[in-house]
């Protein structure tokens, strides 16, 4: 499949999904809105993918969220009030939830901004590698806006309530070793390595059983929203449908002829 606004490659069982529209700061227009959600069902539908980096083109921003140059026009725009209520919510909430309900583990690679609707991207996937210039924050206040794409609630979830109201009502935005600090990053890098940490971790994620990968992440992701009791049991389900896996086979076997397993996502 070809884009225009993001570029698309699959190696080793990676792919990786870039915003490449630098010029602009990647910001997210309904095109690449689009593409994006397209590249996501790509990553979905291919057995050969077993993990997703998705990353900003450019040294200046991952992502600032809405083309707010694109939103202006269309506010002008005497229609636009029908158009947004035909739209629903798919450039807010919708925008994210193909990245947020990925199966497959996804990886934020992040150099300077990542601001508005580009940090609710990067809070969406599951892991988030930052280069040592990157400036996140939620600067929507300071816009006359919510949001809406999920920085609300999944913000608070990872950083905790206090911090997640200060960054959200001051608009103020945090560098990568502060972000590290209150755990809004996982890893933090230098510029001219940031991706080859990220592709790192995606490598180490690879040496698991792709269909092990998808349940645990499944496990955690969800079972952080129950009770103990029943996330117990979402774990046990899920363990038990890996018990007839042929992975599950070539895994013991591996161990037990020490070498390397040979995963064949099934």
Known sequence: MTYQNILYDVTDHVATITLNRPE????????????LHDACGQVSADS?????????????????GLDLKERAREVDDATFFEKRRVRNRSSMQGQ???????????IAAIRGYAVGG??????????????EDAKLGMFEV???RLGGGGG?????????????LELSLTGEAVGAEEALRIGLVNKVAPVDSYMDVAREIAAKICLGAPLSVIAIKEAITKGIQLPLEQGLKLESDLGLALSTTE????????????????????
């Open 247 to 266: 992975d599950q086979k070539e895994g013991s076997r591996a161990f037990a002829e020490k070498r390397p397993a040979v995963w064949k996502a099934r």
């Open 152 to 164: 609300t609630q999944r913000l608070p979830r990872l950083i905790g309530m206090a911090k997640a």
């Open 24 to 35: 602009s700061m990647n910001a997210i227009s309904y095109k690449t809105r689009d593409e």
């Open 96 to 106: 994210n939830m193909p990245v947020a309900t990925m199966e497959k583990p996804t």
């Open 48 to 64: 050969d993918v077993w993990v997703c980096i998705i990353t900003g083109a450019g040294e200046r921003a991952f992502c600032t």
């Open 118 to 131: 580009g940090l609710e991207l990067a809070l969406a996937c599951d892991i988030r590698v930052a280069a």
């Open 142 to 144: 300071r816009r006359g």
